[in-house]
């Protein structure tokens, strides 16, 4: 493993969070943790660079995070409201089938 391989997970967490595939981030998440695990610390000069380019992605995916977790919650509000505007209309909670028809 090395410190291009960092990078590279970076710029796949990115894609995956743009791409709303959460299970498979969490696996990318999972491989960095264990990655940074075995790189050496502190690390050398050379790596400057290769950690410049992943902590501006790493921010990138932050705020792509961000924006999903706000479109979520946005549409958890509108079904919260529907619902409640369906129960309302209905005149209370759901019986089941009425079978008198």
């Known amino acids: 493993m090395s410190w291009q391989h960092l990078a590279e997970l970076a710029v796949r967490e990115q894609r995956l969070v743009e791409a709303g595939d ?5 696996e990318v998440q999972a491989e960095r ?48 409201r529907g619902r409640s505007a369906v129960r309302a209309y209905g005149g209370g909670e759901y019986t089941g089938l009425d079978a008198r028809a």
């Open 22 to 26: 959460w299970a498979a981030l969490l």
């Open 33 to 80: 943790e264990r990655l940074i695990a075995t790189l050496p610390s502190p690390p050398p000069l050379d790596a400057y660079g290769i950690l410049v380019t992943a902590r501006g992605q790493a921010r990138a995916t932050a705020a792509a995070l961000e924006r999903a977790l706000a479109e979520t919650g946005q549409q958890l509000e509108t079904l919260r």
